[in-house]
């Protein structure tokens, strides 16, 4: 029982913090599942970050669920998958009730207030994965750099991003593997 509670907490956290969707809660998801549980080490917050990019659903969801199982199985998996989207629903249902009730100006302000906290998750989501080692995410954030400015100054890029991302892939390949 006590486990159940703790998945719960846990993930009722990540919910909370969760705005911009699944990239930009991974930061917080590592913090709860290897920093504060210890329930995974960075290696196996890697792994599942992994599986829960090839399986369907929210990176949060999947990751919820399969740590939930890995804990206390399928009770586990139902109390954490559960944490992680009952909390943002019910957020999002207090706010959508006060939104509707404030004038259009606030809430205008209030979504404008939100841009620069969700870049900013996001941008964080981005160091974990892309620095694992250090000479691989030097390498990786150069990569970065390098494919926003071009996509942004190459006119065939602008028009065939695809192009782009399976240059970055045979590149990736060959100095990650």
Known sequence: MKVLLELAWAF?????????????TLPLIEYQLVKT???????????VLALSQVTPGPIAVNAATFVGFQQAGVL????????????????LCVALFI???????????????????????LSLSLVSPLTATVRNGIIAILMLFTGIFLLRSSKFLKKYPPVLLLVYGIIGSVLFS
């Open 12 to 24: 009722s956290q990540v919910a909370v913090g969760a705005f911009g969707g699944g990239l930009s």
């Open 37 to 47: 549980t210890g329930w995974l080490t960075p290696s196996q917050f890697n792994q």
């Open 99 to 121: 939104l509707k009730r404030v004038d259009e100006e606030r809430s205008k302000k209030f979504k404008e207030l939100l841009r620069p906290i969700v870049a900013g998750l």
């Open 76 to 91: 586990g998996s139902l109390v954490s998958t559960f944490a992680i989207v009952a909390v943002p629903i019910s957020i």
